[in-house]
């Protein structure tokens, strides 16, 4: 058994709270009223069944399922529960099977339970929102009668808040993700042996047509044992949510996992991409080559399609006409895709389909298809339209085919919550909003079935819309737009990041540079210690000649010598949440299987400290450990007792970094 592997005492606390909620259909923790009563469960006079089911090794399924006999309201519960981890999930449908209208259902939730245990602790963040303050994690202790709510801003699911919570008793615990990429909601309520917990999407009061139906969120618990937590140590609840995470939600394009990337991308002057022709991308891929930088991946952002105001001027923000711009790409771009993938790289993409601006073919063609809302020049492109999402799937699945791409990214850069609000009658509010996320996760599940081997990066805004419905289909890897040169900041973020989401990308910008920008491309070695990330984006100026590009080459090296442990790697901080100049930043991930990790120490630019001891975790204090900087070259054999007993020290100036692989003897 591993450091962080599931327990015994693990699987026993999710089979004892799952017992009282999954054994019978009346006691589902599901709730909502129907005609003004409160239903809870599947009531016994719904005539519910159970039928069970396993999906795989580690996969069992049991659907209830039961209909209201004088409205024809069917609910439908799929739970399923994890043989090799201490999780349980499950989704709720409703659908009307009568031939009339059903009466109104509102306050559909998807979670309305109990959770049994002493002193109630709820960590939470308030998600990414273009600010200094984003991407913040919380404790507040939950008394008896106290109640925590929280929500998203606009219809974007991390909008302000974020879909991931753990919760604490004094001796034992659970994470918790609200599958939901628009409005959710949850609160929790403090009592006198516990939390009541109630989630779901935000505002559901509505009447379902003949044969329409609707879902909630999905809600995914985790458990662990053990006071560890209380005491400060959550290590063993994050790295458990990190291995159930790479193990079942981390996308696998042609069967397999994942790896760390090498990004690149380049352009001439103008907004985004505006100006990039094919000619200068190919241009630019063997420039990058040239200079011994070989990128995974070739990144091309917004702006490649006819994107023209009024004024004839190009802006990257003009979308709805989803074709390349025939007058910088004249054969789209296989070219370009084909350059790369001779040169060993995949085409990524950038879309924003459900953004329509007044004027494109969509907003001309298909007016029908699209919502609007009062004061806002913004489209929504209604994917909760069949024949609408039926078409923008073939229109991409073709651009997909005909350009090469194989990374397909989507963005979303406006609040869409007042567009499926302002269009819906009293009787059926919140249903525009749930039949749009069933019509989103229908098109990317599309997407990649009927692409092999594409896969999916989700943006919005930066990081707005990362539930974990949506990264089950996905990966995050811009997750910000905020603080691309900010180090202490993006490091907090990454700190974060690392416990709930391990696969992201980093860029290696720095504006601290003197008589830098903001958009300055120079690097150094600080700025690669600060962007380890799964993929990392070397943001190098490949137009210019005074870059010291021979140092990307050798940071590139020490990256993809560490970025297999960042991924896979259990996850230890070493210092607090912090945003400030003035300290330092230290962690450390560690492979137990092979004996294999690293540590990282970086000193901010106003850190006083000369040095930082840390004390690694999962050390044996019988074993030898080799310890080796790629960067300078040194190595050391330090022994588990010394480690244990005296720590590791960093010893570095300012603003700087370093970074020591370890193996085990």
Same mark, same amino acid.
């Given at each position: 058994m591993t450091a962080h592997s599931t327990t015994s005492n693990d699987m026993l606390k999710t089979r004892t709270w799952a017992h009282g909620f999954f054994t019978h259909a009346a006691d589902l923790p599901i709730s909502f009223n129907l005609d003004g009563r409160p239903t809870r469960g599947i009531p016994d006079t719904w005539s519910p069944t159970a039928a069970r089911r396993r999906i795989d090794a580690n996969l069992i399924e049991t659907v209830f399922e039961g209909t209201d006999p004088a409205s024809g309201l069917t609910v439908r519960v799929e739970v399923t529960q994890y043989q090799d981890f201490p999780v349980m999930e499950w989704v709720v449908w409703l659908t009307n099977t009568s031939s009339g209208p059903t009466p109104l259902i509102s306050d559909i939730l998807a979670l309305d339970g109990v959770f049994r245990g002493a002193s109630p602790v709820v960590t939470h963040c308030n998600g990414d929102y273009y600010s200094v303050d984003g991407y913040t994690p919380e404790e507040t202790s939950l008394q008896a009668g106290e109640t925590l709510r929280f929500a998203p801003r606009g219809g974007r699911a991390c909008d302000g808040a974020f879909p991931y919570y753990r919760v604490a008793f004094e001796d034992w615990g659970f994470?918790?993700?609200?599958?939901?990429?628009?409005?959710?909601?949850?609160?929790?309520?403090?009592?006198?042996?516990?939390?009541?917990?109630?989630? *779901?999407?935000?505002?559901?009061?509505?009447?379902?047509?003949?044969?329409?139906?609707?879902?909630?969120?999905?809600?995914?618990?985790?458990?662990?044992?053990?006071?560890?937590?209380?005491?400060?140590?959550?290590?063993?609840?994050?790295?458990?949510?990190?291995?159930?995470?790479?193990?079942?939600?981390?996308?696998?394009?042609?069967?397999?996992?994942?790896?760390?990337?090498?990004?690149?991308?380049?352009?001439?002057?103008?907004?985004?991409?505006?100006?990039?022709?094919?000619?200068?991308?190919?241009?630019?891929?063997?420039?990058?080559?040239?200079?011994?930088?070989?990128?995974?991946?070739?990144?091309?952002d917004a702006g490649w399609y006819p994107c023209y105001n009024?004024?004839?001027?190009?802006?990257?923000?003009?979308?709805?006409?989803?074709?390349?711009?025939?007058?910088?790409?004249?054969? *789209?771009?296989?070219?370009?895709?084909?350059?790369a993938a001779r040169k060993g790289a995949a085409l990524l993409l950038w879309f924003e389909p459900e953004r329509v601006r007044p004027g494109?073919?969509?907003?001309?063609?298909?007016?029908?298809?699209?919502?609007?809302?009062?004061?806002?020049?913004?489209?929504?492109?209604?994917?909760?339209?069949?024949?609408?999402?039926?078409?923008?799937?073939?229109?991409?699945?073709?651009?997909?085919?005909?350009?090469?791409?194989?990374?397909?990214?989507?963005?979303?850069?406006?609040?869409?919550?007042?567009?499926?609000?302002?269009?819906?009658?009293?009787?059926?509010?919140?249903?525009?909003?749930?039949?749009?996320?069933?019509?989103?996760?229908?098109?990317?599940?599309?997407?990649?079935?009927?692409?092999?081997?594409?896969?999916?990066?989700?943006?919005?805004?930066g990081g707005r819309r990362n539930d974990l419905e949506t990264m089950r289909r996905s990966v995050p890897l811009?997750?910000?737009?905020?603080?691309?040169?900010?180090?202490?900041?993006?490091?907090?973020?990454?700190?974060?990041?690392?416990?709930?989401?391990?696969?992201?990308?980093?860029?290696?910008?720095?504006?601290?540079?003197?008589?830098?920008?903001?958009?300055?491309?120079?690097?150094?070695?600080?700025?690669?210690?600060?962007?380890?990330?799964?993929?990392?984006?070397?943001?190098?100026?490949?137009?210019?000649?005074?870059?010291?590009?021979?140092l990307a080459v050798k940071m590139i090296d020490v990256w993809r010598k560490a970025a297999g442990l960042l991924l896979y790697g259990d996850y230890y901080a070493h210092t607090p949440f912090h945003k400030r100049a003035d300290q330092w930043v230290a962690w450390q991930f560690d492979a137990p299987e092979t004996g294999h990790g690293f540590v990282q120490g970086i000193r901010l630019p106003a850190a006083a400290?000369?040095?930082?001891?840390?004390?690694?975790? *999962?050390?044996?204090?019988?074993?030898?450990?080799?310890?080796?900087n790629p960067e300078t070259g040194e190595d050391m054999v330090l022994s588990g007792d010394d480690l244990l007993h005296d720590g590791f020290t960093f010893a570095l100036p300012p603003r700087s970094g370093a970074l020591w692989l370890y193996h085990k003897q």
């Open positions: 994470s918790m993700a609200i599958g939901w990429p628009a409005q959710w909601a949850v609160s929790y309520e403090g009592l006198p042996d516990g939390v009541r917990i109630r989630s *779901g999407q935000e505002h559901t009061h509505l009447q379902l047509m003949p044969g329409e139906r609707i879902r909630t969120p999905r809600m995914t618990i985790l458990s662990w044992s053990g006071d560890a937590f209380r005491a400060g140590d959550v290590f063993h609840a994050v790295n458990l949510w990190r291995r159930w995470y790479l193990a079942h939600i981390l996308p696998r394009p042609d069967g397999q996992p994942l790896k760390p990337l090498l990004a690149c991308a380049a352009t001439d002057e103008g907004e985004e991409f505006t100006a990039a022709t094919e000619e200068n991308q190919i241009r630019f891929i063997g420039a990058h080559h040239q200079r011994g930088i070989r990128p995974d991946v070739w990144w091309i009024k004024q004839g001027e190009r802006r990257w923000w003009e979308t709805g006409t989803w074709v390349p711009d025939p007058e910088r790409f004249p054969r *789209g771009l296989k070219p370009v895709s084909d350059y494109k073919q969509l907003d001309v063609e298909h007016p029908e298809w699209l919502l609007r809302a009062e004061g806002n020049d913004n489209a929504l492109l209604f994917l909760g339209n069949p024949e609408c999402r039926q078409w923008l799937t073939d229109h991409v699945c073709k651009l997909i085919a005909d350009n090469g791409i194989k990374i397909y990214r989507q963005d979303h850069n406006f609040e869409p919550l007042e567009h499926w609000r302002q269009n819906e009658a009293g009787d059926r509010q919140g249903l525009n909003e749930n039949l749009h996320v069933q019509g989103y996760l229908q098109y990317w599940d599309d997407l990649l079935a009927r692409n092999p081997g594409l896969w999916i990066d989700s943006c919005s805004s811009h997750y910000t737009d905020y603080g691309y040169g900010d180090h202490p900041v993006k490091l907090a973020f990454h700190r974060t990041l690392f416990e709930w989401i391990p696969y992201f990308k980093e860029v290696t910008l720095s504006w601290d540079l003197e008589g830098g920008s903001r958009f300055d491309h120079r690097i150094d070695s600080f700025s690669f210690h600060c962007g380890m990330a799964a993929m990392l984006f070397a943001t190098l100026d490949i137009r210019r000649d005074d870059y010291d590009f021979a400290e000369e040095t930082l001891t840390i004390y690694p975790q *999962g050390i044996e204090r019988e074993a030898d450990y080799t310890f080796e």
